[in-house]
């Protein structure tokens, strides 16, 4: 099945430094969404995004749905430990349950 | 608390026997959905069900089947004819298609 791709695959950062991480697709989408998976469990929906240019914000997450939507954005300020794990994003064109998911990126946070 | 519960953790089965994983959801959530993880890829979508005796196939449904005889329950079923089985396996639920899904723990389904 269609995938998004999604960038950077992994990165390791400084604690307190930001992160930013994005996902593209060909197609149009009418809603993204940001997950954050730990090793050995399911993903957490962190951020749901409804409307193209919009900026929703969870604590220091913020994510943006791309004017063109077929992009979407998310930033995590002032990184912590605790935030290393796997973000997932997710597309979802009109009229269909499906959702399509990016490969993952892999954050690791040096303390 | 509301949730989505998945049971076992961790399975194992040995090959040509067929196994069922089960979910539960008490979120009141119409829709509900089961997706296989493989290490370094993305979730992809088995089965899916809008509402309760109503389901429908996703990109990977071959060797998997699915019953929806109440609201809260979506158990999935991993037949011999699933040809590479070994994998982590994820139910999710969500109020309607355009909302986001809630995922369960997982269970991680190994066959020796």
């Known amino acids: 099945g269609q995938q998004l791709n999604q960038s950077p695959q992994s990165m390791f950062i400084q604690e307190g430094e930001d992160v930013s991480m994005n996902c593209t697709s060909s197609s149009i989408f009418n809603t993204w969404l940001w997950y954050k998976q730990d090793p050995g469990e399911g993903p957490v929906l962190l951020i749901a995004l409804y409307k193209a240019g919009e900026l929703t914000s969870n604590g220091r997450l913020t994510a943006q749905f791309g004017i063109t939507r077929k992009d979407s954005f998310l930033n995590i300020s002032a990184s912590i430990p605790s935030d290393v794990g796997i973000y997932f994003c997710a597309g979802q064109t009109g009229g269909t349950y499906k959702y399509i998911f990016g490969t993952g990126t892999r954050l690791k946070v040096l303390a | 608390d509301g949730g989505i519960t998945q049971s076992p953790k961790y399975l194992f089965r040995k090959e040509g026997q067929n196994v069922t994983l089960s979910c539960e959801q008490n979120l009141n959530h119409d829709a509900m959905y089961w997706y296989r993880q493989d290490p370094g890829q993305g979730l992809r979508l088995i089965y899916y069900?809008?509402?309760?005796?109503?389901?429908q196939k996703g990109d990977i449904a071959e060797g998997y089947s699915v019953s929806r005889e109440k609201k809260e329950s979506f158990p999935l079923t991993v037949t011999s004819a699933q040809k590479n089985p070994t994998a982590f396996y994820l139910c999710?639920?969500?109020?309607?298609?355009?909302?986001?899904?809630?995922f369960g723990p997982g269970t991680r389904l190994t066959v020796l």
């Open positions: 999710a639920s969500s109020i309607g298609r355009e909302r986001g899904k809630f």
């Open positions: 069900s809008q509402i309760v005796n109503d389901f």
